[in-house]
Structures are given as C-alpha cells and as structure tokens.
C-alpha cells in the first residue's frame, strides 16, 4: 500500500474550525489524513503541540486561524503569524523539514478553501514522505 | 488516581454517519479501551431517547464521563452538557468527537472514514480522561438593549422590547428613521403603501418612553459580554459632535443593505443614458405621482430589466429576493398611471416564493405585460435609438424561450439593482465581533436552527444584514431577535460558560508577558505580590495568555495543555 500521511490540524473555533464544518455541510470531499484538533483560538497553539503531534507520529501538522483582521479576539492570529517563522526555525534546528509544519488562514465561510489547503497540504506531505522523526525514535529505542 | 468509567455514544444521524462510517465498528474498538465500560452506537444520539438511554447509563453503571461521537460540537455540544448534567454530572465531562462535518460528510471510503471516526473518537476519549469539573459563572444580565439601525428592522425590534419592558437605545446614522423602505412608494404584492407602514413605525418608536432615539449616530465601540456591555455613541449635532456611553445587556444589529451601484453594468449604459434609471430612481417618480423622462414626456414604451447585479457570475452570484415582485408592481404601476404604455420585462427566471406572489405574477402577466426571458450572464444590451426610431433607446435580448435575438423599444429603461452587504459592513462586523461571509452578510449561529443569534453571544442579527429579504421576513426576524433577548433578560442573571484562563500564583514570576498581549485586559498586576491575576469575568478564553507563559503559570480551562496532548496521542493512536 503507498504511504499515506497523518496530519493533525490545529483550528481556531470561530473561523476555520467552522469553515471545516462548512465543508462538511456542503459536502466538499478532501483527503482524509487530517486529524483536527480545535482550540479557541489559534493564539492558543503552543510550540509545543506542534512538537507533540510530531513526536507522536504525525507526519505533518496544519495550524488554521482567521484571516488577519477577523480574529474573533481581534489580534491572536497576530501572536500565531509572529511565533510561526520561530516555530519553522526550531523545526529546522531539530532536522524536521519545515514544511511539515503551515499556517493557513481560513474563514467560517470558506468551507471550499479548507478543502483545498488539506488538500494541497496532503499531497504536500505525502511527497516528503514519512517524518524522520519516526526513523530516529525507532533508532534511540534500539540503542537502549 | 481513580479509574475512570467512561461511556462512549456513537451516533448514526439517522444514515448521516451510518451509510459512511461503520458504527459498530467504531464501538467495538473503543470498548476495548481502558477505562471504557459502556460503548455503544443509536440512531439519533440528540433525540429524547438517546440522551435518555446516555443519561440512564450514566446511573445505572456509573459513568463519570462522557464521549458522544456525532455531529459538529458546534451544533450539539450544549445539548450533551445539559443531558449528563441531568444525569447528575459535572457538564464539563463530556467531550464530542466530530464524525459527521469532519468525516461521514467529507469522506466515502467506508473503510478510511471508519477508521478515521475512530481515530477522532479516541481522541475525544483520551481527552475526557483529563477534563475537570468546572463551575460554570452567574454574571448580571443588563435588561437594556442597544439597536443599531433604524430601519423597518431596527424599529420592530425596538418596538417588541420596550413594550416587553425593557429599555432600548435606537442607533440611526442617518437624520431621519425609516431606511431603505422609507425611498419606497407602494410595496409588492398588496400594494400597501410604504409611506404609512413607515409612519406608523416612527410614530409608535418616537412616542415610545422606553425607547432613546439617536439620529446622525454611530456606535464607536462596544465593551464586554453578554449581559454586560458597554456602549459608546457619537452623535454629530450640526457642526458639532457629542459622545455618549450607556450599558446594554444584549445587542440587535440591524443595519441592512445598500443597493447595488447600476453603472457598474457597462452594457446598460446607466450614468451615460439619461432615461436608464435605477428602481429606487423609479420609485421616488411614483412618489412624486409623475411617471416621466429626463426631457419630462410621459413615455410609451417603459423596459423592466432584472437581476442588476444579483445572479450574475460577475457580480453577486445570490438572488436579492425583492426584486422580482418589485419588477412586477412597477409593471402594474405604469399600466395604472399610463394605461397605453408598452411595458416589457426582461428577467431571467420569475421568482415569485412569497405568500400571495404567484398570484400577484399571474395578474400582472394577464395585463399585457411583454415578459422575455435572458440567459444567467448573457445580458442584454442597451442602447441609444437612430433618428428614424419612434423610441429612445432599444434593447437587445437574446431571448431564450423563443432563440431568438428580440429588438424592444423603450423611453425608460428600469433597473432592478439588487441588494449588497454595505461597505461598513466589515467595521460593524468587527464592533461586534461577529463574521461575515463571502458577500459580506452577517453569518447566523445556524442558518436553520439559530437564524438571528450570532456566534457571540448576546449578539443578534435581523433583517436584509444577514441576507437580502422581503419586509414580512425582516420584521419576523426582528420579532425574533427581540423574543430571543426578552427569554434572556427576564430572569436578571446569565450563567456564561466557565472556561477562561487562570493564573498559578505559585509558578507566576511576575515577568508580566501576559499583561499586555491580552486583547480584553483582562490581567491585571499585583505590584505588592509581583503576580498577574486573570480577571475572569473579562477573559474570553482565547488561551493567547496560556502559549505565551515563559513559567507554564497559565492554564486555559478546559483547553488544558494535558487535555490537548491527550487528545493528540488519542487522534494518532
């Protein structure tokens, strides 16, 4: 069977989590690797769970949250778009391919865009094949 | 610790999850789970016998937590909360795994979807195991409410609140109340007059002693929540301006719609052709008693066009609702005031839904009105007659019931512009917090079920902001945001929801990161105890505070850093 990735999505309540609930009410199909995790706001995501979903062995990992300007708490998408490069360079830091990890703004009434950036983020991540965080785990778990 | 006894409910939704998901499958995987006593798949979990079969459960075996995999939480989240609180639970402890948005509606595979449900619905399991019981907080629900916009909408919902008591500031940018109805001279299909609807309206609002009238007025900025906001107002007097500040409990908005601007269709030539004229240019005419052209003759042949910038793929792409009915009353208008005038009416389809419309279009096709029909995109075209024509202008139709391309005369040409989402539309969305969609409109917490409540809770939405509609439609949602806010307001008091950040004494270092990136300034700083506190009432939960604490002194109830790894190792199990 040809691999298929898992990717855990971070999404903002009021905007993308209900653009994704959007799509599900006008039924607009997309890849079905996505795993969504919702948080009130995407201020809310943590480095941390980025990290987390990674080492538990997601092979990427979708951070959505309401365009600039329409954060239902008017500026907390400004807190994620200032820690996302920090967050990338980390990644790099740590030998993970920063593509694994995006930030995509996506409003309660783009139900079509959702689908498309899972899409897209799929395909993505389907192309870097599986995260090498896997490969070193298994690796330390050996040498133990 | 304890364990824990958990129940896990898999809705169907009816065939919703059912015919994509295999829900025994889904059950039988998490009933091997630790912790796991009862698992087990109905037809409609939402319905009065599912909640009571969860609820039965939950004292028959004891569970103290709650996993529904079903719809959105969006939709039924407060419905499961309700349902274990019944059941004697805490209503914190029950988590929904979204099966249907985010799986059964989306997916087709059975086999991925099914596997997919499971992975969200350990997810919600993993995460339950980690909830803790909160209390949820009883705040003051202020009786008084602040309308924004003083049209047909704002005024009924004026109306219905200060005669059921409660207190109501009226918001009208404008000098004078009324809005868009107030440019209208008889209204479709019973031909009242708009004039006296109006007036009835204003008279009753002015006179009302419940009701503050503020004209040539802009709400500025609103602070707060539900039950508790605070309102700032400027009013412009002349050449001066005057700001005023008042508490409200609830907030209608009601700021309706401005038409679509005709010139922006080239090929109808309006703003170039002095005798192509918008419908409310038309209306003000019939005002007036005088049906006219520029050069003052009364004409002989008058066109009717359709859909100005509604249904088209180059402009807005819905239907503004109105405008059908509307073509029809001018139809009948010009064949009163000038009864050997041609009148022709180019649409693309007749869309008479209201009550009493469909036969309000059988009488106006009886009276000699020339209806052709267009194609979606394929607009006519108009223009200037020749010397030798006994008309002003033609118009060319590719008319598609027939295939042919029709040449019509015409001395006024009438376009039904449509209705658009004001240009303001973006700022008051932000004022009050509450999202538009991809034409501007407000959005509604449910477009069926929830059609005047917003996302933000004491925000209403009535009238044409949320969509374009009739009088009879508007007036039934400003009854209804009224009605919803009276059920609010008269028991005094509101419980909002008990999630919001708090600070650890013990682990804060006083570093006060937190205070300024919260948007609400809701953290304040004990200088004595070099400590932040989180003014709970104030914090609206975005967790912003939480992901930034240097000491990991901030926690987001029920949005918990443990509650999220759970549910991460849950979703990738």
Not at chain 2, 122 to 144: I, N, T
Not at chain 2, 319 to 332: E, G, N, P
Not at chain 2, 441 to 451: A, G, N, R, V
Not at chain 2, 491 to 508: H, L, P, Y
Request: glycine share 8%; net charge negative; with cysteine.
């Amino acid at each position: 069977m040809s691999y298929e990735p898992k990717i855990v999505g971070f999404l903002c309540n009021w905007c993308s989590y209900t653009g994704a609930d959007l799509a599900g009410t006008s039924r607009v199909h997309y890849a079905p690797n996505i795993r969504i995790i919702r948080v009130m706001c995407s201020a809310r995501i943590d480095p941390t769970f980025v990290l987390k979903a990674l080492r538990e062995g997601a092979d990427g990992v979708l951070i959505c949250g309401c365009h600039p300007g329409d954060c239902h708490y008017s500026e907390g998408n400004y807190k994620m778009m200032r820690r996302y490069p920090l967050l990338k360079k980390m990644l790099t830091d740590f030998g993970i391919e920063p593509a694994r990890v995006r930030l995509e703004w996506v409003s309660a009434s783009e139900g079509q865009r959702f689908a498309e950036v899972v899409n897209d983020m799929t395909q993505r991540v389907r192309e870097l094949g599986p995260s090498p965080i896997q490969q070193t785990l298994a690796q330390d778990m050996a040498e133990r | 610790m304890e364990e824990q006894r958990i129940g896990v409910y898999v809705c169907q939704c009816g065939t919703n999850i059912a015919k994509v998901v295999n829900c025994e499958e889904v059950v039988r995987a998490l009933s091997e789970q630790p912790g796991v006593v009862v698992a087990k798949t109905y037809k409609y979990m939402c319905s009065n016998p599912g909640q009571e079969m969860i609820i039965a459960d939950i004292q028959e075996h004891g569970l103290d937590r709650i996993v529904v995999a079903a719809c959105s939480p969006r939709m039924h989240e407060p419905t499961f909360r309700k349902a274990i609180q019944t059941a004697g639970l805490n209503p914190y402890f029950v988590e929904m795994a979204n099966i249907r948005e985010q799986c059964s509606w989306v997916h087709d595979d059975p086999q991925v979807a099914t596997d997919k449900a499971r992975a969200l619905t350990f997810g919600a399991l993993h995460r339950v195991a980690k909830h803790e019981p909160l209390e949820r907080m009883s705040v003051e629900m202020c009786p008084d409410v602040l309308v924004i916009g003083g049209g047909v909408c704002g005024m009924t919902a004026a109306l219905e609140l200060a005669d059921g008591g409660n207190h109501v500031y009226l918001v009208e940018r404008e000098g004078t109340l009324g809005g868009n109805v107030a440019r209208v001279d008889l209204t479709a299909p019973y031909l009242d007059s708009a004039r006296d609807l109006i007036t009835a309206l204003v008279t009753r609002v002015e006179e009302h002693k419940r009701i503050d009238v503020l004209v040539h007025s802009q709400v500025s900025s609103l602070e707060g929540f539900v039950g508790n906001f605070t309102a700032t107002v400027e009013t412009i007097w002349g050449d001066g301006a005057s700001v005023s500040q008042f508490r409200v409990g609830n907030v209608v908005v009601a700021t309706g719609y401005k038409e679509f601007d005709a010139s922006r269709v080239v090929h109808y030539g309006y703003g170039k052709l002095p005798n192509v004229i918008t419908s409310f240019e038309f209306e003000k005419m019939l005002r007036a008693g005088r049906i006219q052209t520029k050069e003052g003759k009364i004409p002989q042949y008058v066109a009717i066009i359709h859909c100005v910038g509604s249904r088209s793929k180059e402009f807005h792409t819905y239907c503004s609702r109105v405008c059908c009915m509307t073509a029809l009353k001018y139809a009948h208008e010009v064949k009163s005031a000038i009864p050997n005038c041609y009148v022709s009416d180019v649409y693309i389809d007749m869309h008479a839904f209201g009550k009493g419309h469909e036969d309000f279009y059988k009488r106006g096709s009886e009276a000699k009105t020339l209806f052709l029909m267009y194609a979606k995109n394929d607009h006519p075209v108009i223009r200037k007659a020749g010397p030798g024509d006994d008309c002003e202008m033609l118009i060319e139709v590719n008319e598609k019931l027939s295939g042919e391309q029709i040449e019509i005369p015409a001395d006024l040409v009438i376009l039904m512009v449509g209705m658009e989402a004001r240009e303001d539309s973006d700022a008051v969305a932000r004022l009050v917090n509450i999202s538009r969609d991809k034409d501007g409109w407000f959005i509604e917490s449910h477009p069926k079920l929830d059609p005047v409540a917003t996302t933000t809770d004491g925000i209403y939405i009535a009238g044409v902001c949320a969509a374009p509609k009739d009088i009879p439609d508007t007036v039934a949602q400003a009854r209804a945001a009224a009605g919803r806010i009276l059920a609010k307001t008269i028991r005094g008091s509101i419980e909002i929801d008990a999630v919001f950040a708090e600070i650890d004494e013990d682990k804060c270092s006083g570093c006060r990161v937190c205070n300024a990136l919260c948007p609400y300034s809701a953290i304040t700083y004990d200088a004595s105890k070099k400590k932040s506190t989180v003014i709970s009432a104030v914090c609206k939960a975005c967790g912003a505070c939480v992901a930034a604490c240097p000491s990991g002194a901030i926690k987001a109830r029920h949005f918990t850093d443990s509650q999220i790894f759970a549910q991460i190792e849950g979703v990738l199990t």
